[in-house]
């Protein structure tokens, strides 16, 4: 298991850009893939994007697809999720998770840390 906290959340106008980051622990972190999931209030938790172990197959929602890029760098155990052109309808707790293999729902991941709060206001 490895341990993630994530940060880089924030109050942002609808069309600007937010860059989170996931610092993870452990030097199992690069064998993992790695996954961006989404939580809006009263809603299921959504799949927002994933990376496989070594970046190389990067996978989007269709809702986030063009806006946001995903990106990890394994020598700093850290994943990212650059977010650009922000929307209302964006707002939600952004969890970093960790899977065996790359996925693109939201079974098979463990999310292990607190989650960072993004607000997109109009």
């Known amino acids: 298991q490895v341990q993630l906290v994530e940060s880089g959340g924030g109050l942002v106008q609808a069309g600007g850009s937010l860059q989170l980051a996931c610092a993870a622990s452990?030097?199992?972190?690069?064998?993992?893939?790695m996954g961006w999931l989404r939580q809006a209030p009263g809603k299921e938790r959504e799949f927002v994007a994933s990376?496989?172990?070594?970046?190389?197959?990067?996978y989007y929602s269709e809702f986030v697809k063009g806006r946001f890029t995903m990106s990890r760098d394994n020598a700093k155990n850290t994943v990212y999720l650059q977010m650009n052109s922000l929307k209302p309808e964006d707002t939600a707790v952004y969890y970093c998770?960790?899977?065996?293999?790359?996925?693109?729902?939201?079974?098979?991941?463990?999310?292990w840390g607190q989650g960072t709060q993004v607000t997109v206001s109009s």
């Open positions: 998770c960790a899977a065996s293999v790359v996925r693109t729902t939201t079974k098979g991941y463990d999310c």
């Open positions: 990376t496989s172990w070594n970046g190389g197959l990067t």
């Open positions: 452990g030097r199992t972190f690069s064998s993992y893939a």
